[in-house]
């Protein structure tokens, strides 16, 4: 599974795509709901109803169900708030996109099985490889926990930043371009090394 940070990243890039407007502490606000909902997922660890103990082992809170279910309550609640037109439109795509986020990274780790149709189907999906490397076990003393952390921001944030560029600069630039190219291109050799980790 992908490190909180790697999630919380992946809502703040989702943000950053399409800032909306409105005052200072609603754009904050929306930013730190996105990250939430990047997060919520692993809410499995600490809530006991939702753990995986209690469902034959399947975490239930990684499905395309529980993903998108509050991001799809968010949308309601956006619309009975006033939001309408491009505003609600954006916001939607975003709050979609960053439920969905969290079972996609997980996935690109390539480790564990996610019950991703669950509660219609029980079959456990799993790529057979993975370019994002699992979480280290959490003790201050591990040194996987360093090095796979290393790894996974290694990826994650120069691909982050490209897709950062793409949407907030004139990708039109030759010298952003060149800059994106050479972003993905830090972010390929990190994804090659995550493919070389024993799984």
Known sequence: MSSAMGHALAGLTIYSCHKTGGPKWQRWLWLGWLILLALLPDLDRLIPFLHQSNHHEARISHSLIFALFVPIVTIFVLFLLGDRGQLLRTRSLQAIAAGLSHPLLDLLVGVVGIHLFWPFSWQLIKLP?????????????????????????????????SIYLRFNTDYFSQSIRHKIFKLLLVSSGFMLWALSLER
């Open 129 to 161: 490889w993975g370019i994002l490397p699992s979480r280290g076990a959490l003790y201050l003393t591990n040194y996987y926990l360093y090095k796979n952390f290393l790894i996974e921001m290694g990826v994650l944030l120069p691909l982050f930043y």
